[in-house]
């Protein structure tokens, strides 16, 4: 974890009106699956570090890593805020969130990106080796997540795929404390979306593509 991080306070917002709780709260990640054997198996190779998207859980991130890497290391985090807790007897681990909102728009987001991202880079800091090369891939809500770390914690990360990810807009003090530095490092990210998306708005998505064109 970084030593701004580290030292950071929380940083909360108004109370949401959708999942209960207030914006930027601080979050725990308590749950966590990983590749078989677990993620310790090609320990010269980067970790997967996997986040999903809005009501979504761990399961379905691990379920694409085995189709599309089977032979990497993964670990796939469940979003701390619950929307559908696991039902008694299912085999369906519920469903889950990084974020108070599907989408949080202004302040509100920029408050829940900088406690989801403490909350994965503190994880990260207590389970994986401090040399092991870690790449956080994310799919929406996951995939604001993943590129927020790099805005919190650049020197820990090696690399970020985005998948139908947005962006925080930064305009709360302190909520991306790595920004004007980031682009020195020049950090690989790859960001792809759909053209028929029917949840992010467009608009949204150009602007994501050209942040990460100028920060990485």
């Not at 829940?112 to 991202?117: R, V």
Request: with cysteine; net charge negative.
């Amino acid at each position: 974890m970084s030593k701004e991080a580290n030292a950071s306070q929380p940083l909360i917002g108004r109370e949401s009106t959708t999942v209960p709780g207030r914006f930027g709260e601080p979050l725990t990640v308590e749950h966590s699956v990983t590749s078989r054997g677990g993620f310790d198996q090609h320990a010269a190779h980067p970790l997967f570090l996997c986040l999903h998207g809005w009501g979504s859980s761990e399961e379905d991130m691990a379920d694409i890593m085995r189709l599309i890497a089977p032979y990497n290391d993964f670990v796939a985090l469940r979003g701390p805020l619950t929307l559908a807790p696991a039902r008694e007897g299912s085999l369906d681990p519920g469903n889950y969130a990084w974020f108070h909102d599907a989408l949080p728009i202004g302040d509100d987001r920029d408050y829940d990106a900088y406690a989801a991202a403490t909350a994965v880079d503190r994880w990260v800091a207590d389970n994986i080796p401090a040399d092991r090369d870690v790449v956080p891939l994310g799919f929406s809500q996951g995939g604001l997540v993943a590129v927020h770390l790099l805005r919190i914690n650049p020197e820990r990360y090696r690399a970020v795929v985005s998948l139908s990810g947005f962006n925080a807009p930064g305009q709360v003090p302190g909520t991306a404390p790595a920004d004007s530095r980031l682009a020195d490092y020049d950090i690989p990210v790859f960001y792809t979306y759909g053209k028929n998306d029917g949840v992010i708005p467009k608009y949204e998505l150009f602007a994501t593509a050209a942040w990460l064109e100028e920060h990485t």
